[in-house]
């Protein structure tokens, strides 16, 4: 039947997959990589590394510090032969594009090495978790050792002075002394703001004024916070990437009936795997024996396990729950859907959301401002008051103050953790920026067709009239469209399936374009189509008013009207309570459709949406979408179809369906992969979190350093705090981060 009606201009054909997501991702778009340059004025594009000379990751292990990570990105930036580069401190990562990759990893090194002496530069990623262990025992050893000479200094001051002299001279070594050549290094390279260069100053400048108790005492709890920070960081990033790396270290390879356990990188397309109960799907594939049911949920956040047996699609990460599986090899490990959320997460740590680099910027800033501060505190009121002991112990207080680090690992975390956090529910976040601007849209505007309903026709109502029963009714409406590719010819042969009911094959068809079908079959003369083809046939079609909304298709049987069916769209099963939630968070809801006005109608009032816009082009779309954000404010626009690219790249966020169209997962910020509607407001409600969580570090370490300032300059706080200021607040803000990973 070929109907031409309205109301179906956007009918989408998705591939729907029996596999574990259901869904067929024949595409890139997770790992995005590209930037989303969009119609809003204030929105910035991606910070990813964008060029066209040749780019390589390579990973900074041992980097401990924020401030120092954007440090080194600076200077790498200022290569000749480099044409951008970001770190990501949250994976530590650093991507370089350039066109001398070869010549260039010694230089990477040395600028890297003298910033933080620690950090080694590495093409590929190692497994270095023993090797720090290791280094944080040496450190724990150290900071032993010093505790134990600091607390017999303290015990036998008073009473031999000397020996407890050499004592703290001794402790301050064993904590101190790397720190110290760290920064004399560092100063010979320039780097004056350099934190080790200003812990030395403030503690060797309380040894000048015969405060060696103090100066100790600094250092040992500095480096007890440096450590302790340090073992947070590396846990959360554990956390996060434990939650988005469910990549394979082995696969269970098949030669016949014997297994072989082979490295995860080395299986090929063709290969077949077992996959037994309770393991992950390893690799992309096909299945060629078994039957189970697969869990999706780390995939895709779908609670609901899917039925999989042979000729099924099934994706990696997915578990197998209930039986063993013999799985045919389609997608390599470095193609494969564990992989590309793993690389889509790392993408997005690198796009830095535009507080990531407002702070930066501002803590080189802040660091020279308090240091300059700190000199004129010592010098200024001394020259005055002549209490020269007192004001430069007060200025080395604020010099330890001064160090940025609480402020600079305050924003990335928090970001990275909620990125982090969507892909556990099966939402992609493409960059930091996306988090920040889903943040302050106003109003959410939604395609109908595959966004707010399934894409798929259903038969609605069967209504027969005279003698006819409904069973008859469908029987002879199915029969005619039993040959029709038309996705309504499609739904009455499905529907008549589900009843059972028996189809009779015409012996005559005859497809009428834009009004339906006349078909020749044992009753006669059959017409199945719109009120157009009746018409034309003379047949007596009376004003019938249903109170179902769709596409009526009418069937006569030897020129008399018989009944009618309604096809429709279905809703989706969450729809009416995700909208509800969209309006708890203060959003607007809209709809633009190419639809048919009462088709879209209808389904903005089952689903509750509050402004609907029918019978629009794919450029009304974007202008209907520019008059919602003049009156609402920033908006996010959720489609799945390819003529959804322009209204999405329009959006100040843009969101995909998962099973929706290439072009429109490549055009969007963020995307569902349940292609779930409640993944809207889950999506609001992780990015919501994420900004609170960023602004909520940055003004507790602000106010914590001021507080620590003033209170010193009232002759209150001493260096002990200036430390807490430093390494204990940055401790916590790590630890705050990590907090959306458990949030509900």
């Given at each position: 039947m070929k109907q031409n009606h309205e109301e179906h201009k956007e009918q989408h054909h998705h591939n729907h997959e029996a596999c574990g997501c259901g869904h067929d991702h024949e595409h890139e778009a997770y790992g995005c990589g590209h930037d989303?340059?969009?119609?809003?004025?204030?929105?910035?594009?991606?910070?990813h590394v964008q060029s066209d000379a040749k780019q390589k990751v390579y990973i900074?292990?041992?980097?401990?510090?924020?401030n120092c990570a954007a440090k080194m990105e600076r200077k790498i930036k200022e290569l000749p032969e480099v044409e951008d580069a970001v770190i990501t401190f949250a994976t530590k990562q650093l991507k370089v594009a350039s066109n001398h990759q070869e010549?260039?990893?010694?230089?990477l090194q040395e600028i890297c090495a003298s910033i933080e002496s620690e950090v080694v530069v590495k093409q590929k990623e190692s497994k270095v978790h023993k090797e720090k262990q290791e280094e944080n025992q040496k450190a724990i050893i150290g900071i032993l050792a010093g505790a134990v000479l600091f607390a017999a200094g303290m015990i036998f001051e008073d009473s031999y002075p000397t020996v407890t002299s050499i004592g703290f001279v001794i402790a301050y070594l064993i904590l101190g002394g790397k720190i110290v050549l760290q920064a004399a290094k560092n100063?010979?390279?320039?780097?004056?703001?350099?934190?080790?260069?200003?812990?030395?100053?403030?503690t060797?400048?309380?040894?000048?004024?015969?405060?060696?108790?103090?100066?100790?005492?600094?250092?040992?709890?500095?480096?007890?916070?440096?450590?302790?920070?340090?073992?947070?960081?590396?846990?959360?990033?554990?956390?996060?990437?434990?939650?988005?790396?469910?990549r394979p270290e082995v696969v269970n390879l098949l030669h016949g009936d014997e297994v072989e356990v082979i490295p995860a990188e080395e299986a090929q397309i063709g290969d077949v795997l077992l996959v037994r109960v309770g393991d992950r799907i390893p690799l992309d594939g096909v299945i060629l024996s078994g039957e189970s049911r697969i869990d999706t949920a780390p995939v895709t956040g779908e609670p609901v396990p899917v039925k999989a047996g042979e000729g099924d699609r099934v994706i990696s990460g997915c578990v197998n729950t209930s039986g063993m599986l013999k799985v045919r090899v389609e997608k390599t490990l470095g193609d494969s859907m564990v992989t590309r959320i793993l690389q889509s997460v790392e993408n997005a740590a690198a796009s830095k959301p535009k507080i990531d680099r407002f702070i930066t910027r501002f803590a080189r800033v802040y660091t020279p401002f308090v240091v300059i501060l700190a000199l004129g505190t010592a010098i200024i009121p001394s020259l005055i008051t002549g209490d020269w002991k007192f004001w430069i112990y007060t200025a080395i207080t604020f010099l330890v103050i001064s160090c940025p680090c609480a402020l600079v690992l305050s924003v990335p975390l928090a970001f990275f953790s909620g990125i982090g956090a969507g892909s556990k529910k099966g939402i992609l976040f493409k960059g930091g920026i996306a988090l920040e601007a889903l943040k302050e849209v106003k109003a959410v505007v939604m395609d109908k067709t595959g966004t707010i309903t399934k894409g798929n026709f259903e038969v609605q109502k069967c209504i027969s009239l005279g003698a006819w029963k409904e069973e008859e009714l469908l029987a002879v409406a199915?029969?005619?469209?039993?040959?029709?590719?038309?996705?309504?010819?499609?739904?009455?042969?499905?529907?008549?399936?589900?009843?059972?009911?028996?189809?009779?094959?015409?012996?005559?068809?005859?497809?009428?374009?834009?009004k339906g079908i006349r078909a020749q079959m044992k009753l006669g003369e059959v017409l199945c189509g719109n009120r157009a083809l009746l018409e034309m046939h003379h047949v007596n079609v009376q004003m019938m008013e249903s109170d179902v909304y769709g596409t009526e298709v009418f069937v006569a049987i030897n020129g008399e009207l018989a009944g009618y069916l309604v096809i429709a769209d279905t809703l989706k099963e969450d729809s009416v309570s995700a909208i509800r939630k969209m309006k708890k968070y203060g959003l607007r809801t809209a709809m633009l459709t190419g639809d048919a006005k009462t088709s879209a109608d209808a389904i903005a009032k089952k689903a509750g949406v509050e402004e609907v816009y029918a019978q629009l082009l794919p450029e009304d779309k974007v202008e209907k979408l520019k008059e919602?954000?003049?009156?609402?404010?920033?908006?996010?626009?959720?489609?799945?179809?390819?003529?959804?690219?322009?209204?999405?790249?329009?959006?100040?966020?843009?969101?995909?369906?998962?099973?929706?169209?290439?072009?429109?997962?490549?055009?969007?910020?963020?995307v569902f992969m349940t292609s779930s509607m409640e993944a809207i407001p889950q999506s609001v409600a992780i990015a919501k979190a994420t900004g609170a969580i960023a602004m909520q570090n940055v003004v507790f370490a602000l106010?914590?350093?001021?507080?620590?300032?003033?209170?010193?300059?009232?002759?209150?706080?001493?260096?002990?705090?200036?430390?807490f200021a430093d390494t204990g607040v940055a401790m916590l803000c790590v630890l705050n981060s990590i907090r959306i990973l458990y949030k509900k």
């Open positions: 989303h340059e969009h119609g809003s004025g204030d929105k910035e594009s991606h910070s900074l292990e041992n980097l401990g510090c924020a010549d260039l990893l010694p230089v100063l010979k390279k320039g780097h004056v703001f350099d934190e080790n260069f200003l812990m030395s100053i403030a060797l400048a309380a040894f000048a004024i015969g405060d060696f108790a103090e100066a100790v005492g600094v250092m040992l709890f500095y480096r007890c916070g440096e450590l302790f920070e340090d073992i947070a960081v590396e846990k959360s990033r554990g956390q996060i990437m434990d939650a988005v790396d469910m199915a029969g005619c469209e039993s040959t029709s590719t038309h996705p309504i010819g499609n739904s009455i042969v499905e529907e008549a399936k589900k009843r059972f009911v028996e189809l009779e094959r015409p012996s005559k068809v005859e497809e009428i374009s834009g919602i954000r003049q009156k609402n404010g920033a908006v996010m626009f959720v489609g799945d179809g390819i003529n959804d690219a322009p209204v999405l790249a329009g959006a100040d966020v843009g969101a995909a369906m998962g099973s929706g169209a290439d072009a429109a997962i490549e055009a969007a910020d963020v106010i914590v350093k001021a507080l620590v300032m003033i209170l010193g300059l009232m002759g209150f706080a001493n260096m002990w705090l200036a430390v």
